[in-house]
């Protein structure tokens, strides 16, 4: 049940205003964090977020390794780096063997996630954050894997801060990323999470083309 939550921000615009009032946003500027976007829509969010202050943005591509006999159930998940976070309790309950996980990672590395890199940063690497302050970004989270994901492979390269900025998201999701973050900026935890696009009145599509723009570093109509 959704209930009172339901349509709570009315479109990213929102969500960013909203965000705004909560970020350090002396320290943001100052320090000129690098954002990692987790997903088109959290592209987006963290186009809107940066669109004063010109920090270093990026997407870290991720793919989910999903149930075969639950399309809808995301077992594991692997980065652009090659990082991996999988959900030990949902693999043995669904009797998955480590074998298909990391079977599925090597597929889906190689026909979606380099597809993507090529696609929308030509080839580019993704950037450095070595010695940097880094702000992950997304318009919602469900199960939390995709967060994991990048906090594994984001910590690996050894960051001054790392931070994240999320509109909305599970209670337990909450409490989990905190151990591994210095802060998370979030407007509201829920309890009983649902879909992300069910707690907005607009939650617009991405189209690639604005994707690539972003990543180029041209400036989208926001």
């Not at 075969?68 to 594991?76: G, R, V, Y």
């Not at 959900?87 to 996630?113: H, Q, T, V, W």
């Not at 894997?145 to 690996?156: C, D």
Request: a negative charge.
């Amino acid at each position: 049940m959704i209930g009172k939550y339901k349509n709570i921000l009315k479109n990213r615009h929102d969500a960013k205003d909203r965000l705004i009032d909560i970020i350090p946003i002396q320290k943001f500027k100052e320090k000129s964090w690098r954002l990692v976007a987790l997903s088109s829509g959290g592209l987006k969010l963290a186009s809107l977020i940066n669109s004063r202050y010109h920090n270093e943005m990026d997407f870290l591509f991720s793919e989910g390794i999903l149930a075969p006999n639950n399309l809808e159930c995301e077992l594991a998940r692997v980065s652009e780096l090659e990082e991996m976070v999988i959900n030990e309790d949902l693999m043995r309950s669904f009797d998955i063997k480590y074998d298909f996980i990391y079977g599925e990672a090597n597929r889906k590395y190689e026909e979606k996630i380099l597809a993507n890199i090529y696609k929308y940063r030509k080839g580019r690497a993704f950037f450095e954050v070595k010695d940097e302050v880094v702000l992950l970004v997304d318009d919602g989270c469900e199960t939390g894997l995709k967060f994991m994901t990048a906090l594994k492979t984001i910590l690996l390269q050894k960051p001054k801060a790392v931070y994240i900025a999320v509109p909305v998201l599970p209670s337990d999701v909450l409490e989990l990323l905190e151990a591994y973050v210095d802060d998370i900026y979030y407007i509201y935890n829920i309890d009983d999470y649902v879909d992300t696009q069910q707690y907005y009145e607009e939650f617009e599509v991405i189209k690639n083309e604005e994707i690539e723009k972003l990543l180029e570093g041209n400036s989208c109509e926001i």
